[in-house]
């Protein structure tokens, strides 16, 4: 692995650590009332005013060229909105470790879009990786009790579709905007993001009513640190990793990160088999490195 790969690699893995503390943020919001559709345009609404904060300081001009805006625009769409939007309709129908599971088909998706669009080879060793951190990321989440039976058909079907989006979003992003300046990407992006989710009925009105101070605060925290801070290692990392299909495997250590958020803030057991499952997580991102 060269040296920017390694230090790509290293950026995106810091962004999946703080993608782990997403349920510790969600739990709190939805101990405030707050839906998980709620929770994301707090997310995103706040990630959009942070940057624009964060880009008044560096003094950045908010221009940006057509093409730029154009693949924005689609990342704010399908990436932030679009992805938010089925992960939430996902675990209202097949609850939320169903959810994270089939969140993380991504790096199939990925691998698949990369091999038909952009011709990127998906070799023996990266398979086995996807097989095994697919595997790994199910055993982390359920602790090996998913129950098939108990899905509907359009929970699995909208499922694959966070997965799918999760995956454009990674496309788009190291293929067609990692030249770009990363944080003006990013706050058109959230901004995008908001605007497609605050048009759901019910959804700004709703937080209106649910609004205090202590709820304020950690959808602030939610918006910087599972969000802005999270997104901006992502960026760099795509800068650096050049080969699009092992990103979001690297990411996939957000996986352990909430699992061990559940057991040391809410008290969660990690059984054998979730610890078995960390484990092959772990395994398949230093099989991926090395491939």
Same mark, same amino acid.
């Given at each position: 692995?060269?040296?920017?790969?390694?230090?790509?690699? =290293?950026? %995106?893995?810091?962004? $999946?650590?703080?993608?782990?503390?997403? $349920?510790?943020?969600?739990?709190?919001?939805?101990?405030? $009332?707050?839906?998980?559709? !709620?929770?994301?345009?707090?997310?995103?609404?706040?990630?959009?005013?942070?940057?624009?904060?964060?880009?008044?300081?560096?003094?950045?001009?908010?221009?940006?060229?057509?093409?730029?805006?154009?693949?924005?625009?689609?990342?704010?769409?399908?990436? !932030?909105?679009?992805?938010?939007?089925?992960?939430?309709?996902?675990?209202?129908?097949?609850?939320?470790?169903?959810?994270?599971?089939?969140?993380?088909?991504?790096?199939?998706?990925?691998?698949?879009?990369?091999?038909? %669009?952009?011709? !990127?080879?998906?070799?023996?060793?990266?398979?086995?990786?996807?097989?095994?951190?697919?595997?790994?990321?199910?055993?982390?989440?359920? $602790?090996?009790?998913?129950? =098939?039976?108990?899905?509907?058909?359009?929970?699995?079907?909208?499922?694959?579709?966070?997965?799918?989006?999760?995956?454009?979003?990674?496309? &788009?992003?190291?293929? #067609?905007?990692?030249?770009?300046?990363?944080?003006?990407?990013?706050?058109?992006?959230?901004?995008?993001?908001?605007?497609?989710?605050? %048009?759901?009925?019910?959804?700004?009105?709703?937080?209106?009513?649910?609004?205090?101070?202590?709820?304020?605060?950690?959808?602030?925290?939610?918006?910087?640190?599972?969000?802005?801070?999270?997104?901006?290692?992502?960026? #760099?990392?795509?800068?650096?990793?050049?080969?699009?299909?092992? &990103?979001?495997?690297?990411?996939? &250590?957000?996986?352990?990160?909430?699992?061990?958020?559940?057991?040391?803030?809410?008290?969660?057991?990690?059984?054998?088999?979730?610890?078995?499952?960390?484990?092959?997580?772990?395994?398949?991102?230093?099989?991926?490195?090395?491939?």
């Amino acid at each position: 692995m060269s040296k920017n790969n390694t230090i790509g690699t =290293i950026y %995106v893995i810091l962004a $999946g650590c703080l993608w782990g503390t997403i $349920g510790l943020f969600t739990a709190h919001l939805s101990a405030f $009332g707050f839906s998980s559709l !709620e929770s994301s345009f707090l997310r995103l609404s706040n990630a959009s005013f942070l940057m624009f904060i964060l880009l008044l300081i560096r003094k950045t001009s908010f221009k940006i060229n057509r093409t730029a805006l154009k693949y924005c625009f689609l990342n704010g769409l399908i990436g !932030e909105a679009l992805n938010n939007l089925f992960y939430a309709m996902t675990i209202n129908r097949i609850g939320l470790a169903s959810a994270a599971i089939l969140q993380y088909t991504a790096p199939i998706f990925v691998a698949l879009i990369s091999a038909l %669009v952009f011709h !990127e080879q998906i070799k023996l060793k990266r398979r086995i990786a996807l097989a095994i951190n697919i595997a790994g990321c199910l055993l982390t989440v359920t $602790g090996g009790k998913l129950v =098939i039976s108990n899905m509907s058909f359009e929970g699995i079907f909208i499922g694959f579709l966070s997965g799918f989006t999760y995956a454009l979003m990674t496309i &788009i992003s190291a293929k #067609k905007l990692y030249m770009y300046d990363h944080m003006m990407v990013l706050f058109y992006s959230f901004v995008f993001g908001s605007l497609f989710l605050a %048009v759901v009925p019910n959804v700004i009105s709703g937080i209106i009513t649910k609004m205090s101070y202590i709820s304020f605060v950690t959808a602030i925290m939610f918006g910087l640190v599972g969000t802005v801070l999270a997104y901006v290692f992502y960026m #760099k990392g795509l800068e650096k990793c050049r080969e699009t299909a092992n &990103i979001p495997v690297y990411a996939s &250590i957000e996986t352990i990160v909430a699992a061990l958020i559940g057991l040391f803030a809410f008290g969660q057991q990690i059984s054998f088999i979730k610890l078995i499952g960390i484990m092959m997580v772990i395994a398949s991102i230093f099989l991926t490195s090395k491939g």
